[in-house]
């Protein structure tokens, strides 16, 4: 038995592709959708994710502003870009991108992003309305881009059992919100650092989710035979049989895949279904002006 792999990369495509339109009726309304992104510092993957993110604006025709700002920027000088990018009744979409240097406090900018542009979703308010069941704003991205693929599968979650395998506020537990959400019904279990007898858990899950960024962790073992795999890691390891010295793993084992009905590869999995969905969040901001 072989998983069926869900191909993140050509989904994440179908949905820019379906954004075309809404972008080009939003501007024939005098609308532009209008991305900003700020990036402080020099961290090589960071500057990878924000070149990502512009490609995919100009995919979709949506106006992309990137403000750079150097590692030693401080608490202050970041928070005035911030209510500078508030005040712009141009921009739809704010997002600052992680991590954020050392000195600032990354939680504090995250909750000075006005909601409305809070593209990333994290924003508490934006949070709050997902455990109100209110799905119809600006949810958080990679967890949005997990229930798309699901859906786009037409795997059926009703009353089906769940574990997630992380707590963070950005992926596990905004997931777990979606997951059990009317409408999807599945019964969901978060599993931690703390969590006894993790491995038994997931073998009597349906859907497993690992998003806690260790490569390799979630083992074949660990694996109901027919579960649905969602890997959200992406870890760089060494391989010496490489001309880079190094390659990107998952958080599950590969050899999973010879045991799940589906699962995601890694890279070309969740990956590009968070960059479609902070896509998505940006013409979803800008079509909010006008209702």
């Known amino acids: 038995m072989s998983a069926t792999l869900l191909d993140g990369k050509a989904l994440g495509l179908r949905i820019e592709d379906s954004l075309v339109e809404r972008v080009a009726s939003l501007k024939s309304r005098g609308v532009e959708p209008h991305l900003a992104v700020v990036l402080a510092g020099d961290d090589a993957a960071s500057h990878v994710y924000v070149r990502n993110k512009q490609r995919a604006c100009e995919r979709c025709g949506i106006k992309s502003t990137r403000i750079d700002l150097p590692s030693d920027v401080s608490q202050e000088e970041l928070m005035q870009v911030v209510n500078e990018l508030n005040s712009d009744d141009s921009i739809h979409g704010i997002l600052v991108q992680s991590p954020t240097p050392p000195s600032t406090d990354e939680l504090s900018i995250t909750e000075a992003i006005d909601p409305s542009k809070d593209v990333d979703g994290f924003h508490p308010m934006n949070l709050g309305r997902l455990v109100m069941g209110q799905s119809d704003g600006l949810l958080p991205c990679t967890p949005a881009g997990v229930m798309a693929m699901i859906d786009d599968a037409g795997i059926n979650l009703q009353g089906a059992k769940a574990v997630v395998i992380g707590r963070s506020r950005i992926v596990g537990m905004p997931l777990a919100l979606m997951l059990a959400q009317?409408?999807?019904?599945?019964?969901?279990?978060?599993?931690?650092?703390?969590?006894?007898?993790?491995?038994?858990?997931?073998?009597?899950?349906?859907?497993?989710?690992?998003?806690?960024?260790?490569?390799?962790?979630?083992?074949?073992?660990?694996?109901?035979?027919?579960?649905?795999?969602?890997?959200?890691?992406?870890?760089?390891?060494?391989?010496?049989?490489?001309?880079?010295?190094?390659?990107?793993?998952?958080?599950?084992?590969?050899?999973?895949?010879?045991?799940?009905?589906?699962?995601?590869?890694?890279?070309?999995?969740?990956g590009p279904m968070t960059i479609a969905m902070l896509m998505t969040n940006t013409v979803r901001a800008a079509e909010m002006i006008l209702e």
Do not use: F
């Not at 999807?184 to 703390?194: E, Q």
């Not at 390799?216 to 109901?224: G, H, L, N, P, Q």
């Not at 795999?229 to 958080?251: C, F, K, M, P, Q």
């Open 182 to 270: 009317k409408g999807i019904d599945a019964t969901v279990t978060i599993a931690h650092s703390r969590t006894k007898d993790a491995a038994e858990i997931c073998r009597e899950a349906d859907l497993v989710v690992a998003a806690i960024g260790r490569p390799t962790t979630v083992k074949a073992d660990w694996i109901k035979p027919g579960a649905t795999v969602i890997d959200v890691g992406i870890n760089r390891i060494n391989d010496e049989s490489r001309e880079s010295g190094s390659r990107l793993a998952g958080d599950v084992d590969p050899e999973a895949a010879q045991v799940a009905g589906y699962m995601t590869p890694v890279p070309g999995g969740v």
